[in-house]
């Protein structure tokens, strides 16, 4: 079965801390350049967080999540995981992982460049 399973996602405080882990199905990740977490809250448009190169690692990160999150892949496990700290309230979303078998660098954190998703988990954070 080809697909893309996340954990971790859980309720915090702010301030706290969360780690999400994406696992891939071997199919997705052999073909898989790039692998992101994206996020969307209700009535908002899905946004990418961070993005990573699966054959080298190289991560790109919005601007909110720089300095906060952290995002790497391990090769072994075929996941791809976001480190979460000093969490606020505004990051509360659904998180998704997605993979892409073609990944230009500008759109890393685009949506439409991922042809395929995980059902997402949720992270919600309170004040």
């Known amino acids: 079965q080809e697909q893309l399973v996340e954990s971790g996602g859980g309720s915090v405080e702010a301030g706290g801390s969360l780690n999400l882990s994406c696992v891939a199905s071997?199919?997705?990740?052999?073909?898989?350049?790039?692998m992101a977490w994206f996020r969307q809250a209700p009535q908002q448009e899905r946004e990418g967080v961070a993005a990573v190169y699966t054959y080298d690692g190289r991560a790109l990160y919005a601007d909110s999540a720089k300095g906060r999150f952290t995002i790497s892949r391990d090769v072994a496990k075929t996941t791809a995981s976001l480190q979460m700290t000093n969490l606020k309230p505004d990051d509360t979303a659904m998180y998704s992982c997605a993979a892409s078998d073609y990944c230009l660098e500008a759109d890393m954190l685009r949506d439409r460049m991922y042809n395929d998703w995980g059902q997402g988990t949720q992270v919600t954070v309170s004040s």
């Open positions: 071997g199919a997705i990740y052999l073909r898989s350049a790039c």
